[in-house]
């Protein structure tokens, strides 16, 4: 009896031991150690039209009425946790582009390497790669947010998401990267 009561508490030490605190994941995006992926907010349908043109918003799928209202929201989610100004980078998709003025943290910065490859999965995983590296470049001296589409999240993470989906992850060279939270909004 003795014995197995010994085993009993040893087996409760081993597993508290093992157990990790929960992480706060707006206060490690404050701190910059960890980005947000936002996938950009609602876009009925799938894809891109035929005769898609990166520099002709009327071409593409663009944000519904309710995809504008959910960019707010997301806004006023970041500000209600403490994230009133962040560093924005944006696919030069205009439903990501517009996914980031929607939510007004400051400055939109495109950049390429968040532009979907849906259309050409072809050049999926040299992407992925390449981003994966950018990401270990950010600055870390405060938040920062990757708003793209769910191709490039999944590449990244494994986890398909929903549009305005917040995946928050630390920026590694290798993926899947870690997620340490995730909020639907």
Not at 167 to 173: G, M, N, R
């Amino acid at each position: 009896m003795f014995l197995r009561r010994q085993f009993l508490a040893g087996s409760v030490l081993l597993l508290a031991g093992g157990a990790r605190a929960a992480v706060d994941h707006w206060a490690e995006l404050r701190s910059g150690r960890a980005v947000v992926l936002l996938r950009h907010a609602l876009a009925p349908g799938t894809g891109d039209p035929p005769g898609f043109r990166i520099e002709a918003c009327e071409t593409q799928r663009n944000l519904s009425d309710e995809g504008r209202a959910q960019a707010r929201r997301i806004g006023d989610l970041f500000r209600d946790n403490g994230v009133a100004a962040a560093a924005v980078y944006s696919s030069q998709w205009c439903r990501c582009l517009d996914t980031a003025e929607g939510l007004a943290l400051g400055d939109v910065t495109e950049q390429p390497l968040l532009n979907s490859f849906f259309g050409n999965r072809e050049d999926g995983e040299a992407q992925t790669q390449a981003l994966a590296a950018w990401m270990t470049t950010l600055p870390t001296s405060g938040p920062v947010v990757l708003v793209t589409h769910q191709v490039n999240i999944t590449g990244l993470t494994g986890i398909v998401p929903a549009s305005g989906e917040l995946l928050f992850v630390t920026p590694s060279a290798a993926t899947p990267l870690p997620v340490i939270g995730r909020l639907r909004s």
